[in-house]
């Protein structure tokens, strides 16, 4: 017999099973590959499956862990985690606490990068319009690592171009986790400032790892703040990250940048002024010309020479419309003059006489026609009541009793309606029409 006492409870062999878990040296660190199940996005920490073909496991990922992601993930995605098995005592269920995860069969970054891209589009801004650049930018902002050759490049080329353009450096983090917090808290600074004509924004090349910097969401966002046009030149030719997406021109290199956003030589811009001064003088010129013809025209217009003709037509309506105002006045006078003359017929003795006399003769008919339907329904009211007078009496007790019938009582003025309400020896009262007679109950027979 088995005491209470070696009976355990719930929580202790939940506690006792967590210790094996978590003190198993297989279980601490499990690498383990699945599908992602049950999965909802969450503020804090997250809750979903791992699943395949024959078995599936809890998981949970807390939010330190989660936000070191570089992707989403998303219901269906195949994905490889590592982390320690261990167990919730509440409900006594096994789970996977993942530590790290990416996704099977392709890179964690290029499938950020992908989300990111289609997030973006979805919203329309990379579909946005474009900000032209300036031709002749007089300050120029340039967000890269002051130490590489990108800032050479981009001094060289506008020194050697357009050496009137100022270029101001501002110097960031290009590569590493620092990278994008870097660059949003320059291009913050740019936007703060806001005297600048444009914006170059790049690094040399490298990796994806090596230029994803370029690839953060937040540093799309700051771009995207900015007031003037921003050139990208991120990476090779080749490598095309978010920020080229955003920016408003991308370029190759950083000669293609700085070419972009300043002239080609100083000679050809002066070359381009004098130029835009002739064109300029020419379509002044013209302008004057056509004015002045203009000018004569309107001079010999016949509003200037003769300028009563511009009222001829208006005083020509005048006197039309005074006519037809005479017209309508004289057919409303005309009209009321009409029912005026038909009011004093209505109102003349002898038509007062003519309806005197026809209301007097329709009185006279309705009174006899009254007094006729109150013969005729008094008449029908009076035969109505003889015939329920006759329909009473021929129901009257007094009548039935007159052809024969009686009734019984007893002593006391009772109605004996039954053979049960006789009994032998008492007195019973007959009721006649004409009187009563006392008897006796001698017998009683009930009938068979």
Do not use: C
């Amino acid at each position: 017999m088995v005491e209470a006492s070696e009976y355990l409870t719930v929580s202790t062999l939940s506690q006792y099973l967590k210790r094996k878990f978590d003190l198993d040296p297989y279980l601490a660190k499990v690498y383990l590959t699945g599908e992602v199940s049950n999965f909802r996005l969450r503020p804090g920490h997250q809750y979903f499956s791992l699943k395949d073909d024959h078995a599936k496991i809890k998981a949970v990922m807390f939010k330190g862990a989660f936000g070191k992601l570089k992707f989403r993930p998303e219901e269906g995605m195949k994905v490889m985690v590592v982390g320690r098995v261990t167990m919730y005592e509440a409900f006594g269920d096994y789970q996977i606490v993942i530590e790290q995860m990416e996704p099977d069969g392709v890179g964690a970054l290029y499938q950020a990068l992908e989300q990111l891209k289609q997030k973006l589009q979805a919203e329309g801004i990379f579909n946005r319009p474009k900000r032209p650049l300036p031709r002749f930018a007089r300050r120029v902002a340039v967000v890269t690592s002051p130490s590489g050759a990108v800032i050479q490049d981009i001094m060289t080329t506008v020194a050697r171009r357009y050496p009137l353009t100022q270029i101001v450096l501002f110097p960031a983090v290009v590569q590493g986790d620092q990278a994008a917090p870097s660059l949003v808290a320059q291009l913050q600074k740019i936007r703060a400032l806001a005297n600048f004509d444009a914006v170059i924004i790049g690094r040399g090349g490298g990796s994806i790892e090596d230029l994803w910097p370029f690839n953060e969401e937040s540093v799309a966002r700051a771009m995207l703040d900015l007031p003037m046009p921003i050139v990208s030149s991120v990476g090779h030719e080749t490598d095309t990250t978010i920020a080229d997406y955003v920016a408003d021109a991308r370029a190759a290199t950083p000669t293609a940048a700085a070419e972009l956003v300043t002239p080609v030589t100083l000679v050809d811009t002066l070359t381009f002024l004098q130029q835009s001064q002739t064109r300029l003088s020419t379509a002044m010129t013209n302008r004057i010309r056509q004015q002045q013809e203009m000018l004569k025209r309107l001079q010999q217009s016949v509003v200037l020479t003769q300028p009563q003709r511009l009222y001829e037509q208006y005083a020509q309506n005048v006197d039309q419309l005074r006519v037809r105002l005479g017209n309508a006045m004289l057919q409303r006078l005309s009209d009321a003059q009409h029912r005026v003359g038909l009011a004093k017929q209505r109102l003349s003795p002898t038509q007062l006489q003519q309806r005197l006399t026809l209301q007097q003769q329709q009185l006279t008919n309705l009174s006899q026609r009254l007094q006729r339907s109150t013969q005729t329904l008094l008449q029908s009211r009076r035969q109505q009541l003889q015939t329920t007078i006759e329909a009473l009496d021929y129901l009257s007790p007094l009548k039935i009793l007159s052809r024969g019938y009686t009734f019984v009582t007893d002593e006391h003025d009772a109605m004996l309606k039954g053979i049960g309400d006789y009994h032998t020896g008492e007195n019973a009262i007959i009721h006649a029409h004409d009187g009563q007679a006392v008897v006796q109950i001698k017998e009683i027979k009930h009938n068979e």
